[in-house]
């Protein structure tokens, strides 16, 4: 009888140690899709630049009130460079200020991505 207790003690014990607990089933990887401009991109934006540059205070003469007026000034403009530029450097935007590293990074992946808007 002894014995047999203890068989079924193992084998319970076996069972409870191979099962999956939940934990293991959660998977705390971001999900990396393209960048979109409406899902990423206009937060940053609405955020970091619509305040100095919109149709009505188009600083520079750059307004980001669109998502085709911030793509054009991302593709064709110099955007990237502005955002990248040195803390102190007075070209850097936005002014006077540096973009967290994962908005600048999110940036330049969204022009990787192709400017996609969704
Ligand atoms: C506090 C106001 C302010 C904010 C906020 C700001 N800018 Fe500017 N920006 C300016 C001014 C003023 C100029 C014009 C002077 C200059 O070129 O540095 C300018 C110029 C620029 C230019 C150069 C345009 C050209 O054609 O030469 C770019 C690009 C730019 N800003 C991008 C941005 C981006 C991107 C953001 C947000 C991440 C931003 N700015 C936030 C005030 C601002």
Redesign the pocket.
């Known amino acids: 009888m002894k014995k047999i207790i203890s068989l079924l003690f193992t084998t319970a014990l076996l069972i409870s140690c191979s099962e999956t607990s939940p934990e293991d089933l959660v998977d705390n990887t971001p999900v990396l899709g393209p960048v979109t401009y409406n899902a990423d991109i206009f937060t940053?934006?609405d955020s970091?630049?619509l305040?100095?540059?919109n149709d009505n205070n188009a600083?520079?003469?750059?307004s980001y009130s669109t998502y085709s007026q911030f793509r054009d000034?991302t593709e064709n403009?110099?955007?990237i460079d502005?955002?990248t530029r040195s803390p102190g450097d007075p070209?850097l935007?936005?002014?006077g200020n540096q973009?967290p590293q994962n908005s600048i990074d999110l940036i330049i992946q969204w022009q990787m991505d192709g400017y996609l808007e969704n």
């Open positions: 940053i934006v970091q630049c305040s100095c540059h600083s520079g003469n750059n000034a403009g110099n955007v502005r955002i070209l935007m936005p002014q973009l």
